[in-house]
Nanobody
Framework: VQLVESGGGSVQAGESLTLSCEVS????????MGWFRQAPGTEREGVAG???????VYADSVKGRFTISKHGTKNIMYLQMNSLKPEDSAMYYCAIDGFRPVSMVVALNGANAFDYWGQGTQVTVSS
């Protein structure tokens, strides 16, 4: 299973970015996908998740600003990030695994529940 993220970059506070994550395989029995981020010296934290039924979850810090979605026919997940803040700066990773409660993405140590990861894409927000 390979995941490839794209769309990171450097922006000013208040601007927007859209991240994409393409997955090389389709999980026939359902899946849970998530976006995680990790800033230097911090733990990897879940930002948003979506499962094969379309259920979504968001971390409190991004609710109302970020939107997770998936392509209708292709194995691609997106993260639309609006009103970006300097504290959103981090390496963003996408992850996928078999079907599980989507709430696990934003749970404490939620990253430990996922076996398949992308290489990450850097997001830098300056004030």
């Amino acid at each position: 299973v390979q995941l490839v993220e794209s769309g990171g970059g450097s922006v000013q506070a208040g601007e927007s970015l859209t991240l994409s994550c393409e997955v090389s395989v389709h999980f026939d029995n359902g899946y849970c996908m998530g976006w995680f981020r990790q800033a230097p010296g911090t733990e990897r934290e879940g930002v948003a998740g979506i499962d094969s039924n379309g259920m979504t979850v968001y971390a409190d810090s991004v609710k109302g600003r970020f939107t997770i979605s998936k392509h209708g026919t292709k194995n691609i997940m997106y993260l639309q990030m609006n009103s970006l803040k300097p504290e959103d700066s981090a390496m963003y990773y996408c992850a996928i695994d078999g079907f599980r409660p989507v709430s696990m993405v934003v749970a404490l140590n939620g990253a430990n529940a996922f076996d398949y990861w992308g290489q990450g894409t850097q997001v830098t927000v300056s004030s």
